[in-house]
T-cell receptor, first 118, second 112 residues
Framework: GAGVSQSPSNKVTEKGKDVELRCDPISGHTALYWYRQSLGQGLEFLIYFQGNSAPDKSGLPSDRFSAERTGGSVSTLTIQRTQQEDSAVYLC????????????????FGPGTRLTVL | KQEVTQIPAALSVPEGENLVLNCSFTDSAIYNLQWFRQDPGKGLTSLLLIQSSQREQTSGRLNASLDKSSGRSTLYIAASQPGDSATYLCAVRRINTDKLIFGTGTRLQVFP
């Protein structure tokens, strides 16, 4: 597709269940980001993948959160033992990093997955 | 720690007005600053990206300026239209990091 896609668009789950959120970045983009937007709060960074480098996991709020990126393309964000405070919109973005540190890489965002934990 | 603030939090204007949205950040060591709009259920759309070496960028009716030394950016929207109604977010990317730090946004409503 032409843009970043995410699935599902909406997910309702019960407290304590595990969920998986999927992101398909723009073809050829080397960098992939996950962000979270909670009600009444701004967007917060979760995790970042760039090529074959070790991911930057500094934004993950707890060890219940993990993410992987297979084959340098599709990424899955997994939340184990979901809690009500995990309810948020989870946004994925990708960018083409032509020259690291050049400051020219625009991040393109997907439509997000709205997660509701009952 | 980088903090990004946007003023005003909400703005309601009649169609045709020129308006300015403000973004301020506490750490001037940035790679770039990006302005986005967010429509309900549609994620974020990138509007303009200003590199740290640039002073402004223009796209159509939008003009974004950057004063890195004072930690400020403005988004100027000329001749506003109802279709401009959305939440506008600014985000900075600090040097030596790859993540964006977002402001809390300005919710804009343009009425006919």
């Amino acid at each position: 597709g032409a843009g970043v896609s995410q699935s599902p668009s909406n997910k309702v789950t019960e407290k304590g269940k595990d969920v998986e959120l999927r992101c398909d970045p723009i073809s050829g983009h080397t960098a992939l980001y996950w962000y979270r937007q909670s009600l009444g709060q701004g967007l917060e960074f979760l995790i970042y993948f760039q090529g074959n480098s070790a991911p930057d996991k500094s934004g993950l709020p707890s060890d219940r959160f993990s993410a992987e990126r297979t084959g340098g393309s599709v990424s899955t964000l997994t939340i184990q033992r979901t809690q009500q405070e995990d309810s948020a919109v989870y946004l994925c973005a990708s960018s083409l990093v032509v020259l690291a540190g050049s400051g020219t890489d625009t991040q393109y965002f997907g439509p997000g997955t709205r997660l509701t934990v009952l | 720690k980088q903090e990004v603030t946007q003023i005003p939090a909400a703005l309601s204007v009649p169609e045709g007005e020129n308006l300015v949205l403000n973004c301020s950040f506490t750490d001037s060591a940035i790679y770039n600053l990006q302005w986005f709009r967010q429509d309900p259920g549609k994620g974020l759309t990138s509007l303009l990206l200003i590199q740290s070496s640039q002073r402004e960028q223009t796209s159509g009716r939008l003009n974004a300026s950057l004063d890195k030394s004072s930690g400020r950016s403005t988004l100027y929207i000329a001749a506003s239209q109802p279709g401009d109604s959305a939440t506008y977010l600014c985000a900075v990317r600090r040097i030596n990091t790859d993540k964006l730090i977002f402001g809390t946004g300005t919710r804009l409503q343009v009425f006919p």
